[in-house]
Each structure stands twice: as structure tokens, then as C-alpha cells.
């Protein structure tokens, strides 16, 4: 009965590698959201979709491309893998964009590239 | 744009014992949610309490309560009777009220409450 749940949890690859993070939500929510945690638990946020649709797209690199096949999913791919892309990985879901919509977070995905 | 600080990197507390977590903001609208997220060793991140701007009356979930001063910009969380479950990193959090771009959470540095015995 997990709301928001991510894959994989840990994951661990070279440098220039690409590799995909994956997103779903079984709440019925319409928007979802990636944030990016460092090494000193900083969170920003790098990606929002609602509908589908890229609302939010934050200075990001345009190595880090974000999929939404449909409304529950919400995919993060990562091309040429760099060490600096090294962080906790979170995908979030709200129901709508607006009003007091509590945002839901997955346990993370822990990136480690070496 | 909005900023989020959080000027404790780390407190601590004893079992059963209150303690105040600091936050303050930055933003020119007058409209917006403010929230602390409690993130265990676990990862998992927890919404702990939330405030709606234009409310006057501060938000308070059991033992968590928050000291919400608009005019200064100040969101204080206090937890009162301290338990160890609550030892964790807490991060405060502002959202502007409109739709859209405005729907992202803007997270301060974050707190991490340790709680003795």
C-alpha cells in the first residue's frame, strides 16, 4: 500500500554511465515532482509535472531528463553521470498545484557515482 | 525569490523536554503555506506540521506546535515533551499560495534535533 514509491532505492555506477530513476504513485494525484537532496541534506527542487505536462523545470543541467508516461509515473533519466551527481533522489506527488496540497515524498533513491 | 533559514544546524534536548526549532523566510507575497518536515535515519520524509498564511492562529498537531510570527517573517516549531523518536533532521519549508511554478517547496537548510536520555 506504498503511496509514492521509487526504483531503485540505492544505486551505484560509474562515472558516464546513464542510469533511470523510476517514480510511481498510487494516490491519484495529477502532480509530481523531483527533488535533488546533496551531501549537506540540502533539497531543491528540480522538476515538476502536473497533467503530464513540465510545469517546473529548475536550472538543471539537461543531462538529467524527466519522463512522465502518465499520470502516476514519473521518471528520472540521467546521461554522462558525473561524481558531482552524487545525492539522495526524491520523488514527490501532490493533488493539484495550488491550496494547502500536502506533497507526499518516496523514500529517496541514494546515488552514489564513482 | 523565497528563502528558507534555518540558522541551528543542531540542537539537542532531553527525554521529556521542550525545545524550539528556528525558521525564518523571505518572500514579498503575501499569500503562501509555510511547513516542518521531520526526516528520520530512515530517509523518509514526514510533513510534521503546516501553516496557511493568512490564518492567524498558530497550527499545533499533538505535541508539535509552531509560533508563526508573519510581520517578522518567524516560523518556530516547538516540540513539547520530547521523545526519542522524535531525534531526526527537520527542515522548514515555504510554498507560495497560486498555482502553477508556484507549487514547489523551498526548504531551508534544515535542523538535526538530537534527543538524550
Known amino acids: 500500500d506504498t503511496a509514492v514509491s521509487q526504483t531503485p532505492k540505492y544505486l551505484v555506477t560509474q562515472m558516464g554511465n546513464d542510469k533511470s530513476i523510476k517514480c510511481e504513485q498510487n494516490l491519484g494525484h495529477d502532480t509530481m515532482y523531483w527533488y535533488k537532496q546533496d551531501s549537506k541534506k540540502f533539497l531543491k527542487i528540480m522538476f515538476s509535472?502536473?497533467?503530464?505536462?513540465?510545469?517546473i523545470n529548475e536550472t538543471v543541467p539537461n543531462r538529467f531528463s524527466p519522463k512522465s508516461p502518465d499520470k502516476a509515473h514519473l521518471n528520472l533519466h540521467i546521461n554522462s553521470l558525473e561524481l558531482g551527481d552524487s545525492a539522495v533522489y526524491f520523488c514527490a506527488s501532490s493533488q493539484g498545484t495550488g491550496e494547502l496540497n500536502e506533497q507526499y515524498f518516496g523514500p529517496g533513491t541514494r546515488l552514489t557515482v564513482t | 525569490a523565497q528563502t528558507v533559514t534555518q540558522s541551528q544546524p543542531e540542537m539537542s534536548v532531553q527525554e521529556a523536554e521542550t525545545v524550539t526549532l528556528s525558521c525564518t523566510y523571505d518572500t514579498s507575497e503575501s499569500d503562501y503555506y509555510l511547513f516542518w518536515y521531520k526526516q528520520p535515519p530512515s530517509r523518509q520524509m514526514i510533513l510534521v506540521i503546516r501553516?496557511?498564511?493568512?490564518?492567524?492562529q498558530n497550527a499545533t498537531e499533538n505535541r508539535f506546535s509552531v509560533n508563526f510570527q508573519k510581520a517578522a517573517k518567524s516560523f518556530s516549531l516547538k516540540i513539547s515533551d520530547s521523545q526519542l523518536g522524535d531525534a531526526a533532521m527537520y527542515f522548514c519549508?515555504?510554498?507560495?499560495?497560486?498555482?502553477?511554478?508556484?507549487?514547489?517547496?523551498?526548504f531551508g537548510t534544515g535542523t538535526r534535533l538530537q534527543v538524550t536520555l
Open positions: 501553516q496557511e498564511a493568512y490564518k492567524q
Open positions: 509535472y502536473n497533467n503530464k505536462e513540465l510545469i
Open positions: 519549508a515555504y510554498r507560495a499560495a497560486y498555482t502553477g511554478t508556484a507549487s514547489k517547496l523551498t
